[in-house]
């Protein structure tokens, strides 16, 4: 009776360790995860301004065109954590405004920068969905009430989504 006892409670036991176990191994794998769209999504951001500094800087654009861009785009690169979503955002009106001018494709004759523009600001809208998905799961997961009770994610914050106005320009989607 004992021995049935002892062997029914040591199961009990294991199995529990391998749950708990497994849970924060899908823990980790989802902060892994949100670290590498984190920066999928930082590459995307910085890659769009420089496309877009370097059409600021093509000369094909008007004087006062190319020096608005030019400073959303420095603006978007340069400022800190708690100002780059509204710098982001900034950025992706300012180019909409730009872009979306009358006869922009007239006046712009480089199709090579313009399709690199294209990409970049299509790699930035689902690099942002990639990483709030990832935000999204990550926090659900630590939100249960196995890894708050056992700390699975140790002193981790919750973390927080990209919220940016990221809406590619009409003239760019069109196509």
């Not at 020096?67 to 300012?94: C, F, M, Q, Y």
């Not at 989504?161 to 003239?171: G, H, L, V, Y």
């Amino acid at each position: 009776m004992t021995t049935t006892v002892i062997l029914v409670v040591g199961t009990i036991v294991l199995l529990t360790a391998v749950y708990i176990s497994w849970r924060a191994g899908r823990l980790d794998r989802l902060h892994i995860r949100l670290e590498t769209a984190q920066a999928a999504l930082d590459a995307a951001l910085l890659r769009r301004s420089a496309v877009c500094l370097e059409l600021a800087g093509s000369r094909l654009l008007d004087p006062a065109t190319s020096l608005v861009l030019a400073a959303a785009a420095h603006e978007a690169r340069t400022a800190g954590p708690d100002e780059r979503e509204h710098a982001e955002s900034d950025l992706s009106r300012t180019l909409r405004a730009v872009v979306d001018q009358e006869r922009f494709r007239e006046k712009v004759h480089a199709p090579e920068l313009l399709e690199e523009l294209d990409s970049a600001v299509a790699k930035v809208v689902y690099s942002r969905r990639f990483y709030n998905t990832a935000v999204g799961v990550t926090r659900v997961a630590q939100r249960r009430w196995l890894a708050r009770t056992l700390r699975l994610a140790g002193h981790t914050d919750y973390p927080l989504f990209f919220e940016i106005d990221d809406a590619p320009p009409a003239a760019l989607a069109a196509e």
